[in-house]
């Protein structure tokens, strides 16, 4: 179970919502494979807890969508197919241009602070690329997104989104896609910092909707489909 390998036990009094953090960064970042059974027994003993906060964790897991319990044969986690990818991009695609319409209307203060932080992250990309670091750029690529969301102000929306960018990480990750645009990505998201940084709003929307479309493409084409 390579998964559970990289979990550590919790210092001081242990609760469902630390070992659930512990897990969803495991789930997220490829190291439970898709399908996996998840076993609240091998999980208590790993963390060194009572399996009580390891069910409660574990239930937590499963109303966020990355754990699937199946009756009479336990915890497994998120298998996704491509219907399950072109639902993600869509959700995803509805609250970014949500998040723009906040943004747009919120103030130049907003505006301002928003770009700034995307800006930040889109400079770090080139390196990453470089280095080929690609769960790093997979962080980082989500990262900027979730910051944009955020930019609307609305905590809503972020919360949602939180989760819709936790199952795209999975698509990503263990999907072991590498990324056939790497360098356009970059490109793609300098866009939409620009056109986000000029008041071309109409534009941004467009690209905003290119962007998920492409990804779509991508994701889906890596699972032979």
């Known amino acids: 179970m390579p ?15 630390l070992i659930a953090d512990q897990l969803r960064e495991r789930i997220v970042d490829g190291s439970f494979s898709p399908g996996e059974q998840v076993t609240e027994a091998q999980l208590a003993a790993k963390l060194r807890v009572s399996r009580g906060p390891v069910r409660e964790a574990l239930q937590r897991l499963s ?28 959700a995803r695609q509805a609250i970014e241009l949500s998040a723009l319409d906040a943004i747009r209307y919120g103030g130049e203060d907003q505006l301002a602070s928003t770009v700034s932080k995307l800006r930040a992250i889109v400079a770090k990309m080139p390196d990453v690329v470089a280095e080929g670091n690609w769960r790093r750029l997979a962080e980082l690529d989500l990262s ?19 989760t819709l960018a936790a199952e795209s990480r999975i698509c990503i990750m263990s999907l072991e896609v590498r990324y056939p645009r790497v360098h356009a990505l970059v490109e793609e998201h300098e866009v939409i910092v620009d056109l986000l940084d000029e008041h071309k709003f109409d534009e941004l929307h467009g690209a905003i909707v290119k962007h998920m479309a492409t990804a779509i493409a991508d994701l889906t084409a890596s699972m032979n489909v």
């Open 3 to 17: 998964g559970i390998d990289g979990l550590s036990a919790l210092e001081g009094r242990p609760t469902s919502v």
């Open 144 to 162: 900027f997104h979730t910051t944009f969301v955020d930019g609307s102000g609305n905590s809503r929306l972020s919360r949602i989104y939180s």
């Open 63 to 90: 109303q966020e969508g990355l754990l699937v319990s199946h009756r009479n044969r336990g915890v497994f986690v998120l298998e996704l197919t491509p219907h399950d990818v072109r639902e993600i991009y869509a």
